[in-house]
């Protein structure tokens, strides 16, 4: 088995950058952003970029977080949708093998027709708190689940506030800064009862989008609210005397919509702006303000809590992440076991560019569109934001790329687009403009455009 890196992110003041053993076992804080992307938030995501950070909102309780831990650099998510991205999380299994790509199946009638998908997360898939629960912790989940009609009780969690989708429990449209707060009342109440019982615990805490037209200032006033619920958090694991032992990690589920500059792309492609999204991590034995340059994914979740957690259980068969404690405690540079060297992304749906696969390796980025069956290949330590199309100057390694994403696919028994029989006709209803299948996807800095996911979308 090969070795690759991954990061995870460290809280409150912590010393060392060896791990102390401690003499119980930690506690886990997941706070789950809702669509926001690499320069989403004002902590700066490369310390060599003054680009990566965010020039909206101020939040300076993610500033808090971040900068008492590990900020990754190269944290992306599973997906550029939020479904694919939530299952991959709490599974460590990629969205292709788990074939939950979409939120909902949209055929339509474009040139290649998309695969049915599965809508609701198998209770047959073991999860970060199944796995967590092996070893006496006690679970939540509050705030959007997005992954079907079951409850989070029925995958591990011994407490949820419900099956919730993008309106919340009040399934309204606009959810915040009502819910930002009431998960936090409820992640505290739980953090606070577990301390009482002398039990290790695992919390996520995932919030909520306010969909509708939105001015940049409502966006920007709801990111505030959703900063300042976060730091309420963090007050409490301070105020309960659980820094010392309790790791906290803040990731999102995909880019925001529309522009995600300086990075290309936004919600639902597979170029950057879509999947590369905050990823940091503090706890005990994490260097404060420190930096990682391994590329980290949130498959990666799972099997690094687990071996905190030291869960003596092997990690699921069919979970490509792999352990990066010990990159959080080496400064940020390391090796990360992982079944898989690539890192795929899989999206053979129209969202509403044209269906798309993404192939990681190294330094290299393998970009294949199926609607027009071009292959874009971008060196990413030398292109972060995709301008230069590699593949015709380096034909054999675009070859090679495309031939592992071909296996990759068939390994995993990921689902497929077909050719539509009876296609719309070029332009109609803007299909041409909207599918982005070659110019539009080229074009640095795509405004995606993507429409909210839908309050009913439970899936």
């Known amino acids: 088995m090969k070795k ?60 808090r977080l971040a900068s008492a831990g590990m900020v990754f650099s190269d944290g ?183 522009e995600n500059l300086p990075l290309n792309g936004s919600k639902g492609v597979v170029w950057e702006g879509g999947i590369r999204v905050p990823f940091f991590v503090a706890g005990p034995g994490i260097k404060p303000k420190s930096y990682s340059h391994v590329r980290v994914s949130q498959l990666d979740v799972l099997p690094t809590i687990s071996a905190l957690a030291k869960v003596k259980e092997k990690v699921p068969a069919g979970v490509e992440g792999g352990d990066f404690s010990s990159v959080l405690f080496n400064g940020g540079v390391g090796t990360v076991a992982r079944p898989r060297e690539e890192f795929v992304v899989h999206v053979p749906h129209y969202d509403p560019q044209s269906p798309a696969s993404a192939i990681f390796l190294g330094n290299y980025k393998l970009i294949r569109i199926y609607e027009t069956e071009e292959r874009r290949l971008y060196d990413l330590a030398k292109d972060p934001y995709e301008k230069t199309d590699l593949s015709a100057q380096l034909p054999a390694k675009t070859a090679e790329l495309d031939a592992r994403l071909t296996k990759y696919l068939k390994d995993v028994n990921a689902q497929m687009t077909t050719v539509n029989p009876n296609p719309q006709p070029a332009g109609a209803e803007g299909a041409d403009a909207a599918g982005m299948g070659a110019a539009g996807m080229a074009a640095g800095g795509m405004a995606a455009g993507m429409g909210a996911e839908g309050m009913g979308a439970a899936q």
């Open 76 to 258: 992306y998510a599973p997906s550029p949708r939020c479904t694919p991205s939530r299952a991959g999380l709490i599974t460590g299994r990629s969205p292709a093998a788990l074939h939950m790509t979409f939120v909902n199946n949209t055929p339509g009638n474009r040139k290649l027709l998309p695969p049915q998908i599965v809508m609701e997360l198998p209770t047959t898939e073991v999860t970060i708190a199944e796995q967590l629960k092996t070893v006496g912790y006690a679970t939540a989940h509050f705030g959007k689940w997005h992954l079907g009609m079951g409850l989070p009780t029925t995958h591990g969690f011994d407490e949820s506030d419900g099956a919730n989708s993008n309106g919340g429990p009040d399934n309204v449209s606009s959810p915040n800064p009502k819910q930002a707060y009431a998960i936090t009342t409820l992640g505290i109440d739980f953090m606070e009862r577990q301390l009482k019982a002398k039990k290790p615990f695992y919390l996520q805490l995932s919030h909520y989008p306010n969909q509708g037209p939105q001015t940049q200032e409502e966006v920007d006033a709801d990111t505030v609210e959703v900063d300042k619920a976060i730091g309420q958090v963090l007050d409490a694991v301070k105020r309960l005397g659980l820094a010392d032992n309790t790791y906290i990690l803040y990731t999102t589920d995909h880019g925001t919509i529309g």
């Open 4 to 63: 690759y890196v991954l990061p995870l992110l460290g809280l409150m003041s912590v010393c060392a950058s060896v791990h102390a053993a401690s003499s119980s076992p930690p506690n886990f804080i997941v706070i789950y952003g809702e669509g926001a992307g690499w320069v989403s938030t004002s902590v700066q995501m490369d310390e060599r970029n003054p680009e990566s950070k965010g020039k909206h909102a101020p939040t300076p309780s993610l500033e």
